[in-house]
């Protein structure tokens, strides 16, 4: 099954700004399909962060933004607070015959 | 506001199988499609399969084709996942996921449920 290839683990200071890559392939990413984001906080369920490569649904901070560059995209937190620290997830679509959608392998990110 | 709500904890014996459910309340699933995302333990998401209720189509994952199975009930907004063939390696949370479809290249997952856990052990 396709993933997508994120850093295991980002970190950073509070006020500081932090950023994770998300590299995609021809199926998904390369071949036009938008990237989005997710948050999971510990315990809990996923949660939409980001989506259409760099919108932010209703009551999402301003902290939190996306970018998106053929197969590599990023999502940049700036001035990172303690309740940002989560596990971060990309996700596409995949025109291959393994699985229509595609996760990234997941961002740790951890607040000093 | 519409919340998905998913049956609660399962205890499994290696291979049975395993039928999860979620529904939609407060709303329907109506013009959306519905996923199921798992997370093993410590580990991160994968998609396993997604159905769009208005014409009962699913589509599965390659690695879980043939022993997955998901359905969708309009008339009740409840979908339902059946994992056959369990092995340890299918111990984990089963979340049932509200997708969106904005646009042709713009495809991903506004809501989730907050997961099933599901252990198999003898």
């Known amino acids: 099954q396709p993933v997508l290839t994120q850093p295991p683990s980002v970190s950073g200071a509070p006020g500081q700004r932090v950023t994770i890559s998300c590299t995609g392939s021809?199926?998904?990413?390369?071949?036009?399909?938008?990237v989005h984001w997710y948050q999971q906080l510990p315990g809990r369920a996923p949660k939409l962060l980001i989506y259409?490569?760099?919108n932010r649904p209703s009551g999402v901070p301003d902290r939190f933004s996306g970018s998106r560059s053929g197969t590599a995209a990023s999502l940049a937190i700036t001035g990172l607070q303690a309740e940002d620290d989560a596990d971060y997830y990309c996700?596409?679509?995949?025109?291959?015959?393994?699985?229509?959608?595609?996760f990234g392998t997941g961002t740790k990110v951890t607040v000093l | 506001q519409v919340q998905v709500v998913q049956s609660g904890a399962e205890v499994k014996k290696p291979g049975s199988s395993v039928k999860v459910s979620c529904k939609a309340s407060?709303?329907?699933?109506?013009?959306?499609?519905i996923s199921w995302v798992r997370q093993a333990p410590g580990q991160g998401l994968e998609w396993m399969g997604r159905?769009?209720?208005?014409?009962?189509?699913?589509n599965y994952a390659e690695k879980f084709q043939g022993r997955v199975t998901i359905t969708a009930d309009k008339s009740t907004s409840t979908s339902y996942m059946e994992l056959t063939r369990l092995t340890s390696e299918d111990t984990a949370v089963y979340y049932c996921?509200?997708?969106?479809?904005?646009?042709?290249?713009?495809?991903?997952?506004?809501?989730w449920g907050r997961g099933t856990p599901v252990t198999v052990a003898s």
């Open positions: 996921v509200r997708g969106v479809v904005e646009t042709a290249m713009s495809r991903y997952f506004d809501l």
């Open positions: 407060g709303g329907s699933f109506s013009g959306y499609t």
């Open positions: 159905i769009i209720p208005i014409i009962a189509r699913a």
């Open positions: 021809s199926s998904n990413m390369g071949a036009g399909y938008d």
């Open positions: 259409g490569d760099k």
């Open positions: 996700q596409s679509y995949d025109s291959s015959l393994s699985g229509l959608y595609v």
